[in-house]
Nanobody, 126 residues
Framework: QVQLVESGGGLVQAGDSLRLSCAASGRSFAVYTTAWFRQAPGKEREFVGSIYWTGSNITWYADSVKGRFAISRDNAKKMEYLQMNDLKPEDTAVYYC??????????????????WGQGTQVTVSL
């Protein structure tokens, strides 16, 4: 199994940038399908983006963040990153990284991921 710990959240103003990190421990991180999700108060957990690590990384993003957010991964360090640029108040949420051994790459349903971090709060003010 794998353990995930997110960090890097905080309070920023609209237009600012943040980089979230997800540190993994346990089995080889490279074999896991991973993704980022977020959950705002009173809303369901929603897909943010996912990365399929191969020789050339393949990424998927929710339409709401496409062009502003970017996921990268360092398998040697067992780290994954979510670079968030041009943040908007509607990006305010708890952000989670998730992993699974059998979920197909790019899976957008949170129900398909077994392993989750504790989440990190991102708050974007006007």
């Amino acid at each position: 199994q794998v353990q995930l710990v997110e960090s890097g959240g905080g309070l920023v103003q609209a237009g600012d940038s943040l980089r979230l990190s997800c540190a993994a421990s346990g089995r080889s991180f490279a074999v896991y399908t991973t993704a980022w999700f977020r959950q705002a108060p009173g809303k369901e957990r929603e897909f943010v983006g996912s990365i399929y690590w191969t020789g050339s990384n393949i990424t998927w993003y929710a339409d709401s963040v496409k062009g502003r957010f970017a996921i990268s991964r360092d398998n040697a360090k067992k780290m994954e990153y979510l670079q968030m640029n041009d943040l908007k108040p509607e990006d305010t949420a708890v952000y989670y990284c998730a992993a699974d051994l059998v979920a197909p790459a790019g899976t957008r349903s949170p129900n398909e991921y077994l392993y989750w971090g504790q989440g990190t709060q991102v708050t974007v003010s006007l």
